[in-house]
T-cell receptor, first 114, second 117 residues
Framework: AQSVAQPEDQVNVAEGNPLTVKCTYS??????LFWYVQYPNRGLQFLLKYITGDNLVKGSYGFEAEFNKSQTSFHLKKPSALVSDSALYFC????????????FGGGTRVLVKP | DAGVTQSPTHLIKTRGQHVTLRCSPISGHKSVSWYQQVLGQGPQFIFQ???????GRGNFPDRFSARQFPNYSSELNVNALLLGDSALYLC????????????????FGDGTRLSIL
């Protein structure tokens, strides 16, 4: 069985400061990892993915994520947060041997204050 | 280019009723997946369809069913609605069943918010 944990319900950061949203995962095979963002009353928007290769993945809107196999983590980062980054962020994992099913974490609400 | 479209956007039903939700995938996408997102939680996988066949099913009761049409659009049906079925229902499309090999992400619609009274 695959699972995802996002240990922080909410992250508060001042505009211009670095932003980190934590994610750890558990899969039986090789993980495919994804980050999505959700704005109020909207669906999920894809930010970035890790499949294989470089541990540092760059995505949309200046976001990046670092894959750490030994710590089974895939933390989302942004060097300088914007007020418009305030939203709900979801980490998701797909077991490479288990088809297209995505398993999501519970989400982390990010609040960027001006 | 149009993204994933879902209808209706909002729906109010009463307990015991039946509901049908609709989804049109991104042009060229052949796989459709359905997710349930209860308020304050992450989305939960319900079904995946590809080429009109069910390719995956989550831990949901038989009251939930779905189908995919030749044009790759999809319907999610829920019978005998319960208060606990109140949620945002999300549809996601991707290129195909072999998406996990091609590593393409799923793209989500804005969902249908279902409220059960």
């Amino acid at each position: 069985a695959q699972s995802v944990a996002q240990p922080e319900d909410q992250v508060n950061v001042a505009e211009g400061n670095p932003l980190t949203v934590k994610c750890t995962y558990s899969v039986s095979g090789n993980p495919y990892l994804f980050w999505y963002v959700q704005y109020p009353n909207r669906g999920l928007q894809f930010l970035l993915k890790y499949i294989t290769g470089d541990n540092l993945v760059k995505g949309s809107y200046g976001f990046e994520a670092e894959f750490n196999k030994s710590q089974t983590s895939f933390h989302l980062k942004k060097p300088s947060a914007l007020v418009s980054d305030s939203a709900l962020y979801f980490c998701a994992v797909r077991d490479a041997a288990a088809g297209n099913k995505l398993t999501f974490g519970g989400g982390t609400r990010v609040l960027v204050k001006p | 280019d149009a993204g994933v479209t879902q209808s209706p956007t909002h729906l109010i039903k009463t307990r015991g009723q039946h509901v049908t939700l609709r989804c049109s995938p991104i042009s060229g996408h052949k796989s459709v997946s359905w997710y349930q997102q209860v308020l304050g939680q992450g989305p939960q996988f319900i079904f995946q369809y590809y080429e009109k066949e069910e390719r995956g099913r989550g831990n949901f009761p038989d009251r939930f069913s779905a189908r995919q049409f030749p044009n790759y659009s999809s319907e999610l049906n829920v019978n005998a609605l319960l208060l606990g079925d109140s949620a945002l229902y999300l549809c996601a499309s991707s290129l195909g069943r072999e998406t996990w090999r091609s590593n393409q992400p799923q793209h989500f619609g804005d969902g249908t918010r279902l409220s059960i009274l």
